[in-house]
């Protein structure tokens, strides 16, 4: 006889209700405490009520995650490059994205979008990282810089210009000594 | 669904800041309200590993600063701060500075900033100064030493949370111009002159606290009177940066002094001193005398009903 897959039902911000594997749901902590310390999830009528932030794309993205994450036997560059991919979505999912798996408290997730939020941002201005997220300039004053120009010169030139390369090796061996006068 | 779809919370805010360098994250906290209210949470630079000093250039056009990270890269930033002040010290992140009469603990990257009571100087010129901790430590001494005279070196300490300074001098002192100024191995103050002079200052000896010792470098062999101190020195780090720089920072005829600092050496050994510098204008007359200061890239968020 086949055995049945155990399902939990959960809501999502939009009020409709659907049924997904419990052992992939169970990978976000939220739904994990819900099912196991409230007893919700078994039935329709008692369906996990998700927070706000989870509309029905971003739990499908969200149980796609899990769902790979879930198999065993995978080798961390097979889970890389899966994550490397997954986060491939235009700003405003992956900002959705973030807060959804945040309030899921699926902290790999989190930890993984923020990255690629953070990515967006480097080497932007204020006002283009303004653009990007819609935001508005409410600030008045605050400390701003500006890229002037880049040298040329590569960053290991200059480390080892900082440190004294011209004398090779030797230079940390020149270390001064005193002696009382 | 809620509002706008970058209504991020402000926890996750924090940790994407979190992960940026000193730069993005200054660009960061120039975004907006929240995301400069979620900046506020994080401290980026408390924890980090050291880098390769910045040089922070000031004194040219008002309050306008250039800034030369050690990946070469140069940023501008306005800093009304700097605007006719003068840096005496720069250590972890802070720097000391004298401006408009009174002297100040800054930090360029946040503008946190500790004003210090009762300045006990008028004109910065032939003042060099050190202090043993962040201005936010219990353990903060600062000391500024007045070496104007040729023989007699004058200094005021400050100890954390006192508003009177103390004063000690050292008579026949027999070096040339004290240039820089460093606190040592959690004990004493360092001031050497532009050769192989040093004079050392023990903050917490009753008696003895002055002494005077000769430099010498060596690879290998060396006197059995003699200790090997923990440190080596750089001179004209900011001449030969500015060399071999494609674009040079300065213009024929501008000058510039610049204030060292202390920092890890890469090696791990020891600890490296950047020493002050100043340099002529190539062409005459002068159009701009201006002031630099190495600085660790650090960001301290310290609130505003901070004193010392």
Excluded at chain 1, 87 to 114: F, G, M, W
Excluded at chain 2, 165 to 179: H, N, P, Q, T, V
Aim: with cysteine; glycine share 6%.
């Amino acid at each position: 006889m086949k055995m049945m897959k155990p399902y939990v039902w959960l809501q999502t911000s939009d009020d409709s209700i659907q049924q997904v594997e419990q052992e992939i749901a169970m990978f976000c902590p939220l739904i994990c405490q819900e099912i196991i310390q409230k007893g919700m999830g078994s039935s329709k009528n008692c369906a996990i009520c998700l927070p706000q932030q989870v509309s029905p794309a971003m739990l499908s993205l969200i149980l796609d995650y899990c769902r790979f994450h879930q198999v065993p036997g995978r080798s961390n560059k097979e889970r890389k490059s899966y994550d490397e991919k997954f986060v491939r979505i235009d700003t405003e999912r992956l900002c959705e994205l973030t807060s959804a798996a945040d309030s899921l408290q699926l902290k790999p997730l989190v930890d993984l979008t923020s990255r690629a939020l953070a990515r967006i941002i480097e080497g932007k201005t204020p006002e283009e990282i303004r653009d990007i997220f819609h935001l508005p300039d409410d600030l008045t004053e605050n400390v701003e810089v500006e890229e002037e120009h880049v040298d040329d010169r590569s960053v290991d030139d200059l480390l080892s210009f900082i440190n004294g390369n011209d004398g090779g090796k030797l230079n940390i061996l020149t270390i001064l000594i005193f002696v009382f006068t | 669904m809620s509002g706008k779809w970058s209504d991020l919370p402000g926890d996750l805010l924090s940790q994407i800041a979190n992960g940026l360098e000193l730069i993005d994250f200054l660009s960061f906290r120039c975004v907006c309200k929240d995301w400069n209210t979620a900046s506020l949470k994080v401290s980026p630079y408390d924890k980090s590993v050291l880098c390769d000093p910045w040089f922070l250039m000031y004194g040219g056009e008002g309050s306008k600063c250039s800034l030369l990270s050690h990946q070469n890269k140069c940023y501008s930033i306005n800093l009304p701060e700097l605007d006719g002040a003068r840096c005496l010290a720069s250590y972890e992140g802070w720097l000391l500075l004298f401006g408009q009469g009174s002297l100040f603990f800054f930090c360029p990257f946040s503008r946190a900033k500790i004003e210090l009571p009762n300045c006990p100087l008028t004109d910065p010129s032939d003042h060099v100064a050190a202090f043993s901790a962040p201005p936010t430590s219990e353990d903060c001494i600062v000391v500024v030493l007045d070496s104007s005279s040729d023989t007699e070196l004058r200094l005021s300490i400050l100890c954390k949370g006192e508003d009177q300074w103390a004063k000690s001098s050292f008579l026949g002192f027999r070096f040339g111009k004290i240039e820089t100024a460093l606190f040592y191995e959690k004990k004493e103050f360092h001031f050497l002159d532009g050769d192989c002079g040093l004079i050392t200052f023990n903050a917490s000896n009753k008696t003895n606290r002055w002494k005077q010792y000769r430099l010498i470098v060596s690879r290998d062999e060396y006197p059995s009177s003699s200790s090997v101190l923990n440190y080596t020195t750089r001179k004209n780090i900011f001449q030969l940066k500015n060399e071999q720089r494609e674009k040079g920072l300065l213009e024929a005829n501008d000058s510039i002094s610049t204030c060292g600092t202390i920092v890890p050496h890469s090696s791990g050994l020891c600890d490296m001193i950047i020493r002050s510098e100043s340099i002529e204008a190539k062409t005459q007359p002068e159009s701009r005398h201006l002031k630099g200061v190495w600085i660790q890239p650090r960001y301290f968020h310290v609130p505003s009903t901070q004193t010392w």
